[in-house]
C-alpha cells in the first residue's frame, strides 16, 4: 500500500487520507485531511494562510484553499468510535481500514508518548504492532530502533523463535516480524540460522566446518572419511566433524594446531632415523644409510666401509 508522510502531523497514511492535489503548489509540502481540518479550515478567515511546516514562509493559494473547501463534504461520511479515547469522530479522522491504526483516531495518534525502553518520546501513530497477536496494556510502545536493538541481542545471545520485548506479552514474532524490525545484517544471521536448523533435520548430513561458515552441506556415501565442499574448497572430517587438513585425528582431539603437529612428526622421525639408522664416517659424505638384507658390510660410493 502507498503511504504519504503529513509533513504537519509526521504520521505516514494512506493516499486516502490526503485530500487531491494534497500539497501545496509552491513548496509541496503534504497534509492529511486531519490537518487540514485542524490548520487551515480554522483560518479560513484570514488573508493569508501559511505552510505550517517548520521554517517554510509559503501561503495557501486561493485554489488551494477553494479545492480542499469543496472537498470538506467528506467530513460528513459518518462518525466512529475512537477505540482509544472511546470518542466519536468524523470517519475521516481515522486512517484507512488497511491501516494497523484504523481503530484510533489521529488526534490520539498524534499525541506524543514514551519508548518503554529508552523513554523517548514518539508520536503515538508511530509505534509499530510488533506481532499480529500483541495486545499491549494502554501506551505500552516500543520504538522501531529499540526494536532492532532488541532483536540484535536476542540474535547473538538466545536462539529462535524470539519474543515480544514486552514482559506482559511475550508473543512470538514470525520470520516477517523479524525482518520488519531487524538491520540487514541480523536478519541474514537470522535466516541462515532457520536454514541450517531445516537443513540439520535430515538424517547424516554433514555440514561444511570451513571459518567462513559458507552453510553448505552434504550426505556423505558409507565408508567416506572426508567431504571437500563444492562451496569454498574446505576439506571436513567427517569423524570429528572438523577441519582439520595437515592434522590426524588423535593430533586435532588433542588439541594441536598444524605447526605443532609437524614439530611432533619431525621429533618422530629424528627419533627412528637415530634408532635405525647409520651414517657414513666418510666426512666428505655423512649419509644417512639402512641395512634391509644382506650381510653386515656395506661399500659407500666415497670408498668408506661401513
Known amino acids: 500500500m502507498t503511504t504519504v508522510t503529513c509533513n504537519c502531523c509526521n504520521l505516514s497514511l494512506s493516499q486516502q487520507e490526503f485530500p487531491e492535489p494534497c500539497s501545496l503548489q509552491r513548496c509541496f509540502h503534504t497534509y492529511c485531511w486531519a490537518c487540514f481540518n485542524d490548520y487551515v479550515f480554522p483560518k479560513a478567515s484570514e488573508t493569508e494562510i501559511h505552510c505550517p511546516a517548520t521554517y517554510c514562509s509559503s501561503v495557501f493559494t486561493f485554489s488551494d484553499f477553494l479545492f480542499v473547501a469543496n472537498n470538506h463534504r467528506r467530513q460528513f461520511q459518518g462518525l466512529k468510535l ?18 494497523e491504526n484504523s481503530g484510533n483516531c489521529y488526534n490520539c495518534l498524534r499525541e506524543e508518548v514514551a519508548c518503554i525502553i529508552c523513554f523517548t518520546d514518539f508520536p503515538r501513530g508511530t509505534f509499530p504492532k510488533i506481532t499480529a497477536e500483541c495486545n499491549h496494556p494502554r501506551d505500552t510502545h516500543v520504538c522501531t530502533d529499540c526494536l532492532a536493538r532488541y532483536l540484535e541481542h ?26 520488519r524490525f531487524a538491520s540487514h545484517i541480523v536478519f541474514d544471521k537470522y535466516d541462515q540460522g532457520l536454514l541450517r ?12 566446518q570451513s571459518p567462513t561458515v559458507c552453510m553448505w552441506g ?38 594441536m594446531t598444524f605447526v605443532e603437529a609437524k614439530q611432533e612428526e619431525n621429533q618422530k622421525s629424528e627419533v627412528w632415523i637415530n634408532t635405525n639408522t647409520k651414517r657414513c664416517p666418510g666426512a666428505a659424505c655423512g649419509r644417512v644409510v639402512i641395512k634391509e638384507t644382506g650381510c653386515d658390510h656395506i661399500l659407500c660410493k666415497s670408498t668408506y666401509l661401513i
Open 82 to 99: 475512537c477505540k482509544f479515547c472511546n470518542t466519536e469522530h468524523p470517519v475521516t479522522e481515522f486512517p484507512s481500514p488497511e491501516d
Open 154 to 179: 536476542q540474535q547473538s545471545s538466545t536462539t529462535p523463535p524470539f519474543t515480544c520485548p514486552i514482559d506482559d506479552c511475550r508473543r512470538q514474532l514470525s520470520h516477517h516480524d523479524v525482518q
Open 197 to 208: 536448523d531445516a537443513l540439520e533435520a535430515i538424517p547424516g548430513i554433514v555440514f561444511c
Open 218 to 255: 552434504d550426505v556423505p556415501c558409507p565408508g567416506t572419511a572426508v567431504i571437500r565442499c563444492m562451496r569454498c574448497d574446505e576439506i571436513t572430517c567427517i569423524s570429528c566433524i572438523a577441519a582439520h587438513d595437515g592434522v590426524t585425528c588423535e593430533q586435532y582431539r588433542k588439541g
